[in-house]
């Protein structure tokens, strides 16, 4: 495959044309880029279309959800086929300057890091206590478009097609037994636990009644509520049903994924999706140990100066037992979170000078999904009907360490995801980023946000400063441990329980599940750091007093949420246009 970024050897050939012949071949393949990009988008939301929602889109179909049996996926997986083997004949790298070079690097990740996950069976293994079926209930319910016959008949041929969709995942949960793939038991105990919650709830508290709530419509209601009791009560009862009688007795009690067939194979696939970056785990275990390092040194610093001491283990401790460190109710905590919110809102303009339009709210979790859930970010709709969500866990509030708390809100808020995500929204980019992007580079950011936090002044707990360099890069090691070097479980919840990011205990052991589902995930957020960090500091070095950080921020987010490659080309270009302006630089049409 010809490479995105082969620069030096297209440019040979390019040359050697003529400049209006040069144009009509790139006008060409510009052109074939997008058409591509086109394909696959409609395809996407055609097939994943409950997925397409919750990336925030608003054109997909309503009356389905999501294409899961083996027939539709290996449907899915020939079209990608196809779409790779199309990408490969265009020169990617000889569209620098245009929207199209973005919009080619999107699409060939999406691809790459598709056909390499596909050694993981993932559609195997489905059951998910973070982003299992039923977590997103509630934003699917709520997105449901209801107030005419149209739209009521549409959600009624979806939400009555769900346990159909459900067989099929058990279906696919059994031929995953077969081949030698499942879900870690521990994982498997929380979602039990997660559908016994919800099935406990009354019909209008249920996370799908919102449709027959938002509706005028007296037959609809009633419509609704004959699907709840008939069809949807018991569709989830049968499928917690499976799980206890025939699936818990036979899966993998180890958490880690080698434990799969191809699971070293698997895990590496796993981080190259996570990061846009292969690279062996040895060598990710190597820098966040180093990383891990210089964070406890920076922490002894602050402790001498604040505490009087440079114990790291003291420092850490005293965020869960200093005079004050904890919050006293859930309503404090919410409060707490609003109020950090709304302090990080106003000072972004200082830093930034493009800005999301969405706005983000904060909200708790429902009480049944408490359980296993972890504070987390969902993006607005992009037609703005939807606001962005940062949600928060309020069962452990009195657990919870307000220096903790305020670094996240940081993270997941501004200038942290939201501002991120919420700017990539309205940028004039092919819409193909919203459900492609790097996760390296999303959660790169966010953790990148928590120290641009302190350099903002927004921190306002007096162990903030402790609390932001206590956790960063243990879930980089400890992932790796886990998945591939024959960690514990104990070990690595032991590991990751040093940099306390949640209460040890119960808590810890839920950060451990959580790596168990998503191999690679935790790996994403230092990794990304770790590079935006280093293009900074390259920038400063190279321009010298000439370096804006505001203008660097917005280079770094001028494209959406893309690979690490093509983040390093665009800044290394950025850095030599503020020392030599260019002719031509990427058009944001």
């Known amino acids: 495959m010809r490479s995105l970024f082969g620069l030096v050897s297209v440019a040979t050939v390019i040359f050697a044309q003529p400049l209006g012949a040069q144009t009509r071949d790139i006008d060409r393949a510009g052109a074939r880029v997008t058409a591509l990009a086109d394909e696959y988008e409609h395809e996407f939301k055609r097939t994943f279309p409950a997925l397409a929602e919750l990336y925030g889109f608003t054109d997909m179909p309503r009356d389905r959800f999501d294409a899961n049996t083996p027939a539709a996926l290996r449907a899915w997986r020939a079209r990608e086929d196809r779409w790779a083997i199309a990408l490969d004949r265009i020169d990617g790298a000889g569209l620098w300057g245009r929207t199209e070079w973005v919009t080619y690097g999107y699409l060939r990740e999406?691809?790459?890091?598709?056909?390499?996950?596909?050694?993981?069976?993932?559609?195997?293994?489905?059951?998910?206590?973070?982003?299992?079926?039923?977590?997103?209930?509630?934003?699917?319910?709520?997105?449901?478009?209801?107030?005419?016959?149209?739209?009521?008949?549409?959600?009624?041929?979806?939400?009555s097609s769900l346990p159909q969709w459900l067989d099929v995942e058990m279906a696919n949960a059994r031929e995953g037994l077969r081949h030698g793939y499942s879900t870690p038991r521990g994982v498997v105990n929380l979602v039990q636990r997660q559908l016994e919650g919800l099935l406990a709830l009354p019909d209008t508290a249920w996370p799908v009644w919102s449709p027959a709530a938002r509706d005028s419509s007296l037959e609809f209601r009633a419509a609704w509520r004959r699907l709840l009791a008939e069809q949807l009560r018991p569709a989830v009862t049968r499928y917690r049903d499976f799980l206890v009688a025939e699936y818990l007795p036979y899966v993998r009690d180890t958490l880690a994924i080698s434990a799969h067939p191809n699971g070293r194979a698997c895990y590496r696939a796993a981080f190259r999706?996570?990061?846009?970056?292969?690279?062996?785990?040895?060598?990710?275990?190597?820098?966040?140990?180093?990383?891990?390092?210089?964070?406890?040194?920076?922490?002894?610093?602050?402790?001498?100066?604040?505490?009087?001491?440079?114990?790291?283990?003291?420092?850490?401790?005293?965020?869960?037992?200093?005079?004050?460190?904890?919050?006293?109710?859930?309503?404090?905590?919410?409060?707490?979170?609003?109020?950090?919110?709304?302090?990080?809102?106003?000072?972004?303009?200082?830093?930034?000078?493009?800005?999301?339009?969405?706005?983000?709210?904060?909200?708790?979790?429902?009480?049944?999904?408490?359980?296993?859930?972890?504070?987390?970010?969902?993006?607005?709709?992009?037609?703005?009907?939807?606001?962005?969500?940062?949600?928060?866990?309020?069962?452990?509030?009195?657990?919870?360490?307000?220096?903790?708390?305020?670094?996240?809100?940081?993270?997941?808020?501004?200038?942290?995801?939201?501002?991120?995500?919420?700017?990539?929204?309205?940028?004039?980019?092919?819409?193909?980023?919203?459900?492609?992007?790097?996760?390296?580079?999303?959660?790169?950011?966010?953790?990148?946000?928590?120290?641009l936090a302190e350099e903002m002044g927004l921190y306002r707990t007096p162990l903030a400063a402790i609390a932001r360099r206590a956790w960063p890069a243990h879930g980089m090691v400890a992932d790796v441990g886990l998945h591939v070097m024959g960690w514990s479980p104990e070990r690595a919840a032991a590991y990751m329980a040093e940099g306390r990011l949640v209460p040890p205990g119960t808590e810890m052991e839920l950060m451990v599940m959580r790596s168990a589902v998503w191999p690679g995930q935790l790996t994403a957020y230092d990794t990304g750091a770790l590079e935006i960090r280093a293009l900074r500091e390259e920038a400063e070095r190279a321009l010298g007093p000439r370096f804006d950080l505001k203008a660097f921020h917005d280079r770094v987010l001028a494209y959406g949420a893309v690979t690490l490659p093509m983040l390093r080309e665009s800044i290394t270009r950025w850095i030599a246009e503020q020392r030599d302006p260019p002719t031509r630089t990427p058009e944001r049409r």
């Open 110 to 159: 999406a691809l790459v890091a598709a056909q390499g996950l596909r050694v993981c069976h993932m559609e195997w293994w489905p059951v998910q206590h973070m982003s299992g079926w039923h977590t997103s209930l509630r934003t699917l319910a709520e997105g449901q478009p209801v107030g005419t016959p149209a739209a009521r008949r549409d959600a009624i041929t979806r939400w």
């Open 273 to 451: 999706s996570m990061t846009s970056l292969d690279r062996p785990p040895e060598e990710t275990f190597q820098l966040g140990e180093q990383t891990v390092a210089r964070y406890q040194a920076e922490m002894r610093e602050v402790g001498r100066r604040t505490l009087g001491t440079e114990n790291v283990a003291a420092l850490i401790a005293a965020l869960d037992t200093a005079a004050g460190a904890r919050f006293a109710s859930r309503d404090e905590a919410l409060a707490f979170a609003r109020d950090a919110v709304g302090r990080a809102r106003a000072a972004v303009p200082a830093y930034f000078g493009r800005l999301p339009t969405a706005d983000v709210v904060v909200e708790p979790y429902p009480p049944y999904l408490e359980r296993g859930s972890s504070d987390s970010y969902s993006g607005a709709s992009t037609d703005g009907s939807r606001p962005a969500t940062f949600r928060i866990n309020l069962g452990r509030a009195e657990q919870t360490s307000k220096a903790r708390a305020e670094v996240t809100a940081f993270h997941e808020t501004f200038p942290g995801h939201h501002l991120q995500i919420g700017i990539a929204q309205t940028l004039p980019v092919h819409p193909i980023s919203r459900l492609v992007g790097s996760g390296a580079f999303v959660e790169g950011w966010a953790r990148y946000a928590e120290g």
